[in-house]
């Protein structure tokens, strides 16, 4: 078992989940039937720890929502998935603790989820009155 996992999407077949884990900063593949569960080699850059947040999945590439870092990591995964290569790492003035991530054709919406101005209940006491969320969208680098 692993605790404190954050994120996580499934292979089109569902037979495998990728999963973030927050404190290690590192992403794992999963079996759903199981529970077995491995860690995703990567090189080229690191995933920031404490800040995976939103995991998903298109094809063989990998995308990394880290909230407090405020970045989006872009990992192509070999065949197998045991192994990605950090091809790239966004940022953006839009950005303010996106929390997740959605696919639309050549863009990625991202949810910002504004922990910077409080964490929900039961781990703070919420953003305050009046705050502004919003999703804003990217092309796919």
């Not at 404190?4 to 569902?14: C, M």
């Not at 872009?74 to 790492?89: F, N, Q, R």
């Amino acid at each position: 078992m692993l605790p404190n996992l954050n994120g996580i999407d499934a292979t089109p077949d569902g037979k495998t989940l990728i999963v973030g884990h927050s404190p290690l900063g590192a992403v794992f593949l999963v079996d759903p039937l199981t529970g077995v569960s491995s860690a995703i080699e990567v090189t080229g850059g690191t995933i920031t720890p404490g800040t995976p947040d939103g995991i998903l999945l298109d094809g063989k590439t990998l995308w990394v929502v880290e909230n407090f870092s405020e970045r989006l990591v872009k990992i192509e995964l070999s065949p197998d998935l045991t192994s990605g290569v950090i091809a790239a790492v966004v940022t953006s003035e839009l950005f303010r603790v996106p929390a997740t991530a959605a696919e639309d054709g050549n863009r990625l919406a991202l949810v910002n989820a504004r922990f910077d101005l409080g964490l929900p209940p039961p781990f703070g006491p919420g953003a305050p009155p009046g705050t502004d969320f919003d999703v804003v969208q990217i092309k796919k680098p």
